[in-house]
């Protein structure tokens, strides 16, 4: 059973930054692609970003690009998220997934691990 735990989570005031960590509990991380997702009260749960296998490739909503980076440590068994310029419209439950297939990274279907989430709030 593959263990995903999410830490880094908390309060921040609108324009502030905040690193999100995703540790894996298998030895086999660097075979898989990684994404994190976010889910606000009410709303469906949203891609945010994506990481390929050993980081050549990534991939970001619009709503985040030029604000997030997404990175990995594979000796770590690792994923990051760099969260800059942060909105109040960024609020939500943020979640590391793994994705188990060559399908599009956007999708939650083609995720099948997921951690328990970390919750951020941004206050304007």
Do not use: H
């Amino acid at each position: 059973q593959v263990q995903l735990v999410e830490s880094g989570g908390g309060l921040v005031q609108a324009g502030g930054s905040l690193r999100l960590s995703c540790a894996a509990s298998e030895r086999t991380f660097s075979m898989y692609a990684m994404g994190w997702f976010r889910q606000a009260p009410g709303k469906e749960r949203e891609f945010v970003a994506a990481i390929s296998l050993y980081g050549s490739n990534t991939y970001y909503a619009d709503s985040v690009k030029g604000r997030f980076t997404i990175s990995r440590d594979n000796a770590k068994n690792t994923v990051y998220l760099q969260m800059n310029s942060l909105r109040p419209e960024d609020t939500a439950v943020y979640y590391c997934a793994r994705k188990y297939n060559s399908s599009s990274y956007y999708y939650t279907g083609n995720y099948d691990y997921w951690g328990q989430g970390t919750q951020v709030t941004v206050s304007s």
